[in-house]
């Protein structure tokens, strides 16, 4: 069964602090990795893929461990703007189906 | 910016009437999705299309749905005959190809209720 499992929080941080998001996946055939960030009914917007070598953009760090299936975030330096829920895609194995965690619930607390 | 544009932001139907909910995806796009999301649950994938034809289908995509491109620019999800549970946050998203880094953009969705 395809599945992506995330904790879905939420996890309340202080301003500034780092915080840390997991999320497993369950089909070994998958090729594409993706963090979404989506605001209260809004649209998920792409926050970066996750790349096996490991990337960064900024404050944003994810990186992925296929041994294990799972996929991770990091944020340094949290804002009250990366309040949010983040949520960790894989694709299905195919080229279009997309498979979507629920979704972790990051609050930033000045 | 290019952005995915949805409209209309927000549909009123009655029960077993049809509805159509449009998009424009990014201008040199050439795949095309539909999702939805009910309300408090996750993103779920319904159709993808490319080249004028559904190239992949989830479960939930069933008779009641079909999925158009008109013309050169709008991405149409048409619902038949809705139903109650048809209520939820429709998405359109397009991406650039369905290679490895095919990021998919969203637009802001359309929110159907079903009353």
């Known amino acids: 069964r395809k599945e992506v499992e995330q904790d879905p929080g939420p996890f309340n941080v202080p301003e500034g602090a780092t915080v840390a998001f997991n999320c497993t996946y369950s089909?070994?055939?998958?090729?594409?990795f993706f963090w979404y960030r989506q605001d209260c009914r809004k649209e998920p917007k792409l926050l970066m893929s996750?790349?096996?070598?490991?990337n960064e953009d900024g404050r944003f760090t994810a990186q992925l461990n296929r041994a294990s299936q799972y996929i991770s975030l990091l944020i340094r330096d949290s804002k009250l703007s990366d309040s949010a829920t983040y949520l960790c895609?894989?694709?299905?194995?195919?080229?279009?189906?997309?498979?979507w965690g629920a979704g972790t619930k990051l609050i930033i607390k000045p | 910016e290019p952005e995915v544009t949805q409209t209309p932001s927000h549909q009123v139907t009655q029960m077993g009437q049809e509805v159509i909910l449009r998009c424009v995806p990014i201008?040199?796009?050439?795949?095309f999705y539909w999702y939805r999301q009910i309300l408090g649950q996750k993103v779920e994938f319904l159709v993808s299309?490319?080249?004028?034809?559904?190239?992949?289908k989830s479960e939930i995509f069933d008779d009641q749905f079909s999925v158009e491109r008109p013309d050169g620019s709008n991405f149409t999800l048409k619902i038949r005959s809705t139903k109650l549970e048809d209520s939820a946050m429709y998405f359109c998203?397009?991406?650039?190809?369905?290679?490895?880094?095919?990021?998919?953009?969203f637009g802001p969705g359309t929110r159907l209720t079903v009353t």
């Open positions: 998203a397009s991406s650039e190809d369905s290679g490895r880094t095919y990021e998919q953009y």
């Open positions: 201008s040199n796009h050439l795949y």
């Open positions: 299309f490319y080249n004028n034809e559904i190239s992949e």
């Open positions: 089909n070994s055939a998958s090729q594409s």
């Open positions: 996750v790349y096996s070598s490991g």
């Open positions: 895609v894989v694709n299905g194995g195919s080229n279009y189906q997309l498979i």
